[in-house]
């Protein structure tokens, strides 16, 4: 049997194992386990890859950002920051029609400067911007549709954790890949509050302006703001200036979460105790599904199902944007059964041999490992809103409970188109993701 046809065998199923309700990580475990086991003949030789899969696993230096960046935003959750971010963008915005939408996508993206959880940012940020919307009179599809799709603004800015595990998977600069995804993320912030005008000029009932705020109030939201923003300064420009490493800098901007937490948003012992906890049972996860891919990826790279089918796409004589093209779709089709974290554990190490061999726009190795970075993000990103899954959808309708699953979900399409043409431009124009990295790093 060829090693495409072992590879398709494992695929099909780890998908039984999902359809039947285990846990990802368990499910790429499991069957990891069980390829290795079958390809190499007995299980005497997987008892040694267990014990060194999750040596080299846990014991990586690397990943120590992982939890760094989940307690920052753990301590800008239950230290109410996000709430200073949302006054301060409804005080600039909110007399516009739509405005407070908007604000709320634009304190989604402050957000997920300091947090690199799109579900984090959609439940937070939820919890602070949808009694505002419903205050003036905003429509159930607007308020839930344009958190919902603002909320996955928590991956695209950076930090992200995504982005961090691409790195890691890929070698790549953890540095870089931030820097790349900043004008990415600001595009995909403007889209959607390009998104929301477009809604209210056609629809002028679905979001009412709201109260002009004298400036004094305005200067005074924007002071209460500065700090997260300098917080995330530190941690973007200390990464990639070079004076601190990626877990250095994640550390001090966890740090720097928790004095502000403390000093203004009002957390108490309460609020240290329940931050912890739950970037321990995040970490948890995460380092579950990290074993169960590192495991099939073992039992994939026995089976040299990757090598195979990367010289049999380079081999194919398809041109390049058409397998690019499709790896996308595969994306948006896994979004339908899975999370991002797990989507992008589970298919780099198949889909990256085969985007490094062909040529795009004449990008050097680097530069198309940035870019391929980027656009799965994005794409992983798309499957967190759209059907039949979109688990941000699900955390906002859950906060608001008045308004039908289907009213969120129509909510939500308009902002998807927006998502769709981003990806398109960045396919055809790579440097909307390069810029920054060639400008900064000189």
Known sequence: MSGIATGLWIFALLMGLLALRVPIGVAMFTMGSLGYAWLSGSFTPLLSVWKNVGYARLSNYDLIVIPMFLLMGQFATH???????????????????????MASIGACAGFGAICGSSLATAATMGQVALPELRRYGYSGALATGALAAGGTLGIMIPPSVPLVIYAILTQESIGKLFMAAVLPGLIAMLGYMIVVKI???????????????????????????????????????????????????????????????????????????????????????????????????????????PVELAAWVKDSGLHPMVVMVAILVIYILLGCVMDSLAMILLTIPIFYPMVMGLEFHGLGATDKSIWFGILALMVVEIGLVHPPVGMNVFIINRLAKDVPLVETFKGVMPFLASDLLRIVLLLAFPALSLVLVHSVGG
């Open 199 to 305: 809604i209210v000029t056609l629809r002028p009932e679905a979001g009412p302006a709201g109260p002009r705020v004298p400036w004094p109030e305005r200067l005074k939201a924007l002071a209460q703001v500065l700090p997260v923003l300098g917080v995330f300064a530190v941690v973007i420009i200390g990464i990639y200036g070079g004076w601190a490493n990626p877990t250095e800098a994640a550390a001090i901007g966890a740090a720097a979460c928790g004095v502000l937490a403390v000093a203004t948003g009002g957390m108490r012992v309460k609020g240290i105790v329940d931050s912890a906890l739950g970037t321990a049972q995040a970490t948890a996860m995460i380092f579950l599904v990290l074993l169960g891919a590192d495991m099939l990826n073992t039992a994939l790279a026995l089976s040299q199902m």
């Open 79 to 101: 230290g109410g920051l996000s709430a200073a971010l949302f006054r301060f963008v409804a005080a600039f915005m909110g007399h516009l029609k739509g405005g407070i939408a």
